[in-house]
């Protein structure tokens, strides 16, 4: 029987991608699934895909914990904050753009993490998975809101993890580079020069999260290569910042 047999999971943003690619692989293990997705249309979708494990809870993610609670009887087993903003611009982009996205980003985990942790705590157990992204742990050129916020939301998980884990609360950070996904297609040309050369399917994200949840590994990396990229700009900055802008004067020179 899978350790995941009707364990209670919340997935946000499901309503395609990543999100999707979770609910579909968490009950196929046998867990009951909210699919949370802004687009009702898009989250029933996936929950009629799946079938009777599954529910369509849509709405704002930062708002649907309460909701997505009842929808599973009562308790949360498994949260998976995958919903995400993949801004663009720079330092000059609007406000209402990095506004939008630290509350999507960031802040709709902190607010899901601050409703959920009194229960686990108290039953001594709690899993919670933050979809970063890699540029949580490096940076994406041309996307300042989405690289700072997603720093943040590594952060974040980081916090959550050091502070209780001995207490039964798991959690795990995924930062894939690209994925096939509607997000990248968005990135543009700078999604086509950095991320369309390596990327693999929202499955195969989903398959490195269930290998790492077995392995009590706290980073998920779908792409291993980051490990290397991550060690390079700890242990010489200066080397990967010129990397960096090699790759960023080549985007604006096309």
Known sequence: MSAYQDQRVVVTGA??????ALAHRFAAEGARVVVNDLDPARAAA???AIGSRAVAVPGDASRIVAEAREALGGSVDVYCANAGLGSGGGADA?????EAAWDVNVMAH???ARLLLPDWLERGSGRFVSTVSAAGLLTMIGAAPYSVTKHGALAFAE????????RGVQV????????RTDMLTAA????ELVLAPTAIEPEAVADALFDGMEKGRFLILPHPEVAGYYAVR?????????????LQRTWETG
């Open 172 to 179: 795990h950070a995924i930062c894939p580079q690209g994925v």
């Open 15 to 20: 309503g395609g991608g990543i999100g999707a």
């Open 159 to 166: 916090w959550l993890s050091l502070t209780y884990r001995h």
């Open 110 to 112: 902190v607010r899901a």
């Open 46 to 48: 996936v929950a009629g």
């Open 94 to 98: 609007e406000e209402e753009v990095w």
């Open 234 to 246: 700890a242990t010489d900055p200066d080397r990967w910042l010129t990397g960096m802008n090699h």
């Open 188 to 191: 543009g040309t700078a999604g």
